[in-house]
């Protein structure tokens, strides 16, 4: 017998005898309950009195030593009979969750579309059977979701590794390289060699934000906001794309690196979907117990039904909003795992002119 068997029983043994106690408590209190005022009767009578072994007419009556002597030999009694009722009554309590953790077992083995479906009637265990299946169908998707995501990431690391391979075996098997053939072959080299460590990049920083927040500190918005435009102003004025700016005081509490992997991100998505001259405004403030990170973006018509599949891992409309194809699909992911794991609410839209609004609600520091 296993362990776990040895716990199961023993849990089944404790319930047993608990309930044996009760039902021997109850035969103890009933047995006191009758003897003890026939027992104060009998040292009550006067003495020369009649005999309490005998009453009035016809018939012999039962003194008060038979009495006790048959209380006390029911109690002995009620022992095993009690010892029995209590198993019997502490298996049928177990029955149920014996079958729930059989089932749990095998779906934890591996089989994870099983549920344990409990009917009627609704009790606490049929509760927590509801709970434990919607449990096991977010560990369902979850698995999914990590499945799909390391097939999508593994297609994503493979391709430039295949491209790194053919450049360089092309380059070695030509017998007629220079070395100008042999420096060009190097910089493409360099150049996909960056396009890995850029998409490595990208998925750590999803990693992390998946991880959740690991320190809270005051962060205001408007500054975060105020160093990532500042830095990529340049590259949307190369690209003809107008970088507007409206910022108040939004002081929210979380980890500043995440809090701006996320509005780099945001600006980042916004200036590569766009458009020649183009535009991108970034608002922050305050309202109420609650602050609000705004990105509105110019660019190609985004199909309503599309926005969610956006802030999926490797999940792109490149062909529909720029021809460039220079993203990994991981941007709005990263924004949407750092924006849950500061319990921040994200809501996005699609522009009837084209392009796309991103809202990011964060709480105030001591309104969570």
């Given at each position: 017998?296993?362990?776990?068997q ?5 849990l089944q043994r ?6 044996a ?9 009933v047995v006191i ?6 027992a104060?009767?009998?040292a009550?009578?006067?003495?020369g009195?009649p ?5 009035t ?7 008060l ?9 029911a ?8 010892l029995?009722?209590?198993w019997y ?9 014996r079958?729930?953790t059989?089932?749990a077992?095998?779906i ?5 579309h099983?549920?344990l479906?409990?009917g ?5 265990l049929?509760e927590?059977g ?5 449990l096991?169908?977010r ?13 999508n990431?593994?297609?994503e690391?493979?391709?430039p590794l295949?491209?790194l391979?053919t450049l360089?075996e092309?380059a070695l ?8 053939t042999l420096?060009?072959a190097?910089?493409?080299a ?25 320190r809270?500190d005051?962060v205001?918005?408007a ?14 004025t190369?690209t003809?794309?107008?970088l ?9 509490a ?12 945001l600006?980042d ?5 766009n458009?020649?001259?183009g ?16 990105v509105?973006?110019?660019?190609p018509?985004?199909?309503g ?15 529909e909003?720029?021809?460039?194809g ?7 992911a990263i ?11 994200l ?6 002119e084209?392009g ?6 964060f709480?105030q520091?001591?309104?969570?």
């Amino acid at each position: 017998m296993t362990s776990r068997q040895l716990a199961r029983r023993s849990l089944q043994r404790r319930l047993a005898l608990a309930y044996a106690a009760g039902i021997y408590a109850a035969g103890v209190f009933v047995v006191i309950f009758v003897d003890v005022p026939l027992a104060g009767i009998h040292a009550a009578r006067p003495v020369g009195g009649p005999s309490s072994s005998t009453i009035t007419g016809t018939g012999s009556g039962i003194s008060l030593p038979q009495l006790l002597m048959g209380s006390a030999v029911a109690l002995v009694v009620l022992i095993p009979v009690a010892l029995a009722l209590g198993w019997y009554v502490a298996g049928r309590f177990l029955h149920p969750l014996r079958a729930i953790t059989t089932t749990a077992k095998v779906i934890s083995a591996g089989d994870l579309h099983r549920r344990l479906d409990l009917g009627e009637p609704t009790d606490e265990l049929t509760e927590l059977g509801h709970t434990l299946d919607d449990l096991f169908a977010r560990l369902q998707a979850s698995f999914d979701a990590q499945r799909h995501f390391v097939a999508n990431a593994s297609h994503e690391l493979r391709t430039p590794l295949a491209g790194l391979r053919t450049l360089l075996e092309v380059a070695l098997a030509d017998p007629d390289a220079d070395a100008g053939t042999l420096r060009s072959a190097c910089q493409e080299a360099l150049a996909l060699g960056g396009h890995q460590e850029r998409l490595v990049q990208a998925l750590l920083a999803l990693a992390t934000s998946e991880r959740g927040v690991t320190r809270w500190d005051t962060v205001d918005l408007a500054h975060v906001v105020g160093g990532v435009l500042a830095s990529r102003r340049d590259q949307a004025t190369a690209t003809g794309i107008d970088l507007a700016e409206h910022l108040t005081p939004a002081v929210t509490a979380g980890d500043p690196r995440l809090i701006e992997s996320l509005v780099a991100n945001l600006v980042d998505n916004a200036i590569r979907h766009n458009h020649a001259d183009g535009h991108v405004k970034v608002t922050t403030e305050t309202s109420g117990t609650q602050v609000t990170l705004t990105v509105t973006n110019s660019g190609p018509v985004i199909p309503g039904d599309q926005i969610q599949r956006l802030f999926q891992p490797f999940q792109k409309l490149a062909a529909e909003r720029n021809g460039r194809g220079d993203g990994y699909g991981l941007g709005l992911a990263i924004v949407n795992a750092v924006a849950q794991a500061h319990h921040a609410t994200l809501t996005a839209g699609a522009r009837p002119e084209g392009g796309l609004a991103v809202t990011v609600r964060f709480a105030q520091p001591g309104a969570r």
